[in-house]
């Protein structure tokens, strides 16, 4: 809660001291996934966990204390360093023949790089024409497209085999096959068509951004 929630509201509060405007980073971890159907900006959020609940809380006051704030949720989210999915993945697929991976679980992977390079460019915007009312609110950006925490790990080998590594045999296994302390929604695609309409802007493919992702850490 001090990371997710105090943190950012000391940021928002500052932020419109000083007038200017304040970009946040979210969740699609805020939803309960059981829509069924990818999420927009305005479906109910339900978070499951206490990240999630942490992450929402971070909304709500960043929302109240900064007038203008941009709130993305993004998701899944990997990159060539720091820990996360698909360097992981690259990890225990080099000491294991075999892994077993959920299959039930939903989600659009996204490149921190494409994710990096779209809040750069609505910081430009910002800087170079103004404050629009219609900037502010909640934004969905992910990469395009969506998979499965399976889909990803297999995707994830088929492209570090271009650089000589053997994949690994991965395993489709449920949730309840693979119990965690934390509950993750089963279905947390998100919608980010309003941040196409708003910014013109639209994440590449998560395929695409795997295959930048994996070709950087080889080449590291």
């Known amino acids: 809660m001090r990371g ?22 979210s969740t699609d971890y805020v939803f309960d996934g059981n829509k069924g159907a ?31 704030a941009i709130i993305l949720r993004t998701s ?3 990159s060539p360093v720091g820990k996360n999915f698909v360097r992981t993945m690259l990890s225990v697929g080099q000491k294991s023949p075999r892994l077993r991976v959920v299959a039930d679980q939903q989600g659009c992977p996204t490149c921190a790089a494409d994710l990096a390079e779209a809040i750069v460019s609505i910081a430009a915007r910002l800087a170079e ?6 900037y502010g609110g909640i934004f969905h950006a992910a ?5 499965t925490w399976h889909g990803l790990a297999t995707a994830t080998f088929a492209a570090a085999a271009r650089h000589g590594m053997t ?4 395993e489709s296994i449920t ?21 196409y309409g708003t ?8 395929q695409d951004g795997l295959d930048r992702t994996v070709d950087a850490i080889y080449q590291a």
């Open 199 to 206: 910014f013109g802007l639209r994440l590449p493919s998560w």
């Open 167 to 170: 994949p690994p045999i991965v």
């Open 38 to 68: 990818p999420y927009i900006e305005t479906d109910a959020t339900s978070p499951q966990g206490v990240y999630g609940a942490s992450k929402l809380a971070g909304e709500e006051v960043v929302t109240a204390a900064c007038s203008r």
């Open 76 to 78: 899944w989210v990997f």
């Open 4 to 25: 997710n929630r105090d943190g950012p509201a000391e940021l928002a509060r500052l932020s419109e001291a000083a007038g200017i405007p304040l970009i946040h980073i």
């Open 175 to 195: 949730t309840e096959q693979w119990p965690t302390k934390a509950k993750r929604p089963a279905d947390s695609r998100l919608d980010c068509e309003k941040l």
């Open 143 to 147: 990469g395009t497209g969506a998979t």
């Open 129 to 134: 024409g103004g404050w629009q009312d219609r």
